[in-house]
């Protein structure tokens, strides 16, 4: 077992230079590990190796995670920057760019769509406001179908993108992001469409909404199964994206309050309150277990890494889309449970049983609309801390980060508001909106920059890039073909310089 580091850490050192520090070092700075081997944290000569492992303090080093002799070896030995930089693509065609098209980027339509829910919530009206929400609408559809094209021609052109972006640590995160984006567009389908078509739209968005279910509970479940069987995590690098596969359960209970208010059959309507207050029971009970973890390694490992803040954001999702989903379909079950002065929900009169319930949701709200206020705050100033001028944050698809966890939370204080009719807490819902309007066009705008600055699409600048030993390939496994993760990194580095340099010719 002694020699067997030594050879791995040859292996990368001296035979494959800059593709075997990549991976690595991988691990050490995504948060993830495979689960047959724990790559080196820093690439060293047989002989140091040797002598380190050897030494008393060096087991003891690695499981208390001292960063010290790490430090001395980033001293030592000569730095490899420029062979690097050199050896990086300069130049890919559109074609190879789209091979890094990742799930990720539905996190734009996620914001988008909040945008609009946000817009059509807003208490104070004056003319226009309905044609700008309307707008953020459709150029939300633009964007998702555009997406799916992106998504469709990186699957087509490089089939083996596939499966390996359910299997990726990372990407696989965001996977369940095209049916949050999904839900949010039949969201917005039912505050902007319902009543302005043709009755065979109310018919349409009932049968949607039951698919909405049915994808997120499914989506979920398989994204966290597979996860669970296939990868290992630290909890050095854990950050709220955890949440992620959870999100689309999330959505549910804003979709049916929303959804129940326009459906004429009161039979309908009690189903979709049902069913909309069960899965987001699901979606925020399994967030919560997840919180723990967060506080857990926010208390032993400090905060994370800058550019993995804006995920941070993600911890505000989960209370405000309950806050407001719970409110609103409280709202609604005067009309639903207590359409006349006989009706009767469980055995007690139901202008009662309305009114009940409508107050404990109210009440209820005030805890989680306080908790995800907590979770804004601390993200808030994690990422603040990031402005300094010493302090660097690449751009990444998370920045959309900063836009959809917050149209939950302002939806959630407008609905605050409308519970306990507070027209202080209506003015602060509406200067977010003001600013997350700004906030989405910044982000949009830096999205354009990254694009053209490569710095996303890109090779080993997305959520695609290679991790701890991860890497997709064309025809055959590492495993099945007898070769090492190690290896496996390297053919796959190779691959893609080999296609870059024959795009330059």
């Known amino acids: 077992m002694q020699s067997t580091r030594p050879d791995v850490q040859q292996f990368y050192s001296d035979e494959h230079g800059s593709a075997g520090r990549s991976a690595a070092t991988s691990h050490s700075q995504e948060g993830w590990r495979t689960p047959t081997m724990e790559d080196p944290e820093q690439p060293v000569k047989l002989s140091r190796s040797l002598e380190r492992i050897f030494q008393p303090e060096y087991a003891t080093q690695r499981s208390n995670g001292s960063q010290r002799h790490s430090d001395d070896r980033r001293h030592d030995e000569p730095s490899n920057e420029d062979e690097d930089e050199a050896e990086k693509p300069k130049h890919l065609s559109w074609k190879q760019r789209m091979q890094h098209v990742t799930w990720a980027w539905f996190t734009l339509t996620m914001a988008t769509g909040g945008i609009a829910n946000v817009v059509h919530d807003v208490p104070y009206r004056f003319h226009g406001l309905y044609t700008i929400g309307l707008i953020f609408f459709l150029m939300n559809i633009v964007f998702y179908i555009i997406i799916w094209a992106m998504i469709i021609t990186r699957f087509a052109l490089y089939p083996w993108t596939f499966k390996a972006s359910f299997t990726h640590p990372t990407e696989s995160l965001f996977v369940p992001a095209f049916a949050v984006s999904f839900g949010t567009i039949l969201i917005n389908i039912v505050e902007y469409g319902t009543g302005n078509v043709g009755a065979w739209l109310n018919h349409t968005v009932l049968v949607l909404f039951w698919l909405d279910c049915g994808v997120a509970i499914a989506l979920s479940i398989t994204i966290y199964q597979i996860l669970w069987s296939t990868l290992t995590f630290t909890i050095a690098r854990m950050t709220p994206i955890w949440i992620f596969p959870a999100y689309p359960l999330l959505i549910i209970g804003p979709h049916a309050a929303n959804l129940s208010a326009k459906v004429i059959s009161l039979q309908h309507a009690i189903c979709v309150i049902i069913a909309g207050f069960t899965i987001q029971g699901i979606g925020f009970l399994v967030s919560l277990t997840i919180y723990s973890a967060f506080v857990y390694r926010l208390m032993t490992q400090k905060l994370p890494p800058e550019p993995l803040r804006p995920g941070m954001f993600v911890s505000v999702g989960p209370s405000a889309f309950t806050v407001s989903g719970t409110i609103g379909m409280a709202r609604n079950l005067q009309r639903v449970i207590a359409s006349s002065p006989t009706s009767r929900f469980m055995d007690v009169p139901g202008l009662m049983a309305s009114r009940i319930l409508r107050l404990c949701a109210n009440w209820m709200s005030l805890w989680l609309w306080g908790l995800a206020w907590w979770f804004f705050f601390i993200s808030l100033l994690s990422n603040a801390d990031c402005l300094r001028a010493d302090h660097r944050m690449p751009f990444a698809m998370t920045w959309f980060s900063f836009i959809f966890p917050q149209t939950a939370l302002t939806t959630a204080t407008f609905a605050i508001a409308e519970a306990f009719d507070v027209d202080a807490i209506r003015v602060i819902g509406c200067v977010m909106t003001c600013v997350l309007i700004l906030a989405w066009g910044i982000v949009v705008g830096c999205m354009i920059r990254a ?34 993760p190690a290896a496996a990194v390297v053919d796959g580095v190779r691959d893609s310089r080999q296609e870059a340099a024959a795009d330059n010719v």
């Open 451 to 484: 694009i053209i600055n490569k710095q996303v699409l890109w090779p080993e600048k997305g959520e695609d890039k290679t991790e701890g030993g991860f890497k997709a390939h064309k025809k055959r496994s590492a495993t099945s073909s007898g070769i090492g």
